[in-house]
């Protein structure tokens, strides 16, 4: 298997939600859910711990490093802004060959599509890969580990790529091995938004995820047929 790192990205500064990656869904965090389901991942490697959450040295987040810490989570610190630069010293620290950057307001990302996703990645040998036409909010992305650090090391690197970590390659296909691949018939819903961006995001995911009894495991494809029956329930992605 590839020295393969899930790398969680998460702060407690959100300006539209402050806090919100350790609000409260049912009886857990946010974040603890999200761990909770990605360590379901055929490709998470208990005895190694691939696993790490990426978070500021900014004091706001001292508070999320404790948690980390208190519930057995690796932590690693870095620029608040400069999240590319954040990634590559955990890079540097772990020294993977493939990344998975996930968020941490993402609570129901899918280990099935996680799977699916890092496999397609693996058999074609790509730099990048991304799944099209989910929710927003179930998957993640994949990257080469050497890829993100040779493109921190571009001279007068634009401020937006050091702050989006995967923007740089998704700008620039022509130069790298670029995947973007058709999401699963189960997990097939663009419409909808499974992330939690705002005050209205999480409270339509504390609604959504009651109806589906409180079940850190509840798959994503699950999330959706509840959608379906309940579009009364749904927050529709805005088109991009």
Known sequence: MNDILFIIQARMGST???GKVLRPLGSNRLLDILVHRVRKSAFYQKDRDNLVIATSDKETDDILEAHCVKYGFRVFRGSEERVLD???QVIKAVKPTVVIRLTGDNPFVDPELLDFMIAAHLDQGADY???RHTPL???GEVVSAKLLT????IQALE???QEHVTLYVRNHP????????EAPEQFRAPQYRLTI??????ESIKALYQKAGERPDVSASELINLLNRNPDAAIEREAE
Do not use: N
């Open 86 to 88: 954040r990634f590559v």
């Open 16 to 18: 539209r939600l402050p």
């Open 137 to 139: 909010g179930i998957s």
């Open 174 to 181: 022509d130069l790298y091995r670029v995947q973007f691949i």
């Open 150 to 153: 040779d493109i921190s090391r």
């Open 197 to 202: 961006d705002t005050k209205e995001d999480y």
């Open 159 to 161: 401020d937006q790529y």
């Open 129 to 131: 890969t991304y799944i």
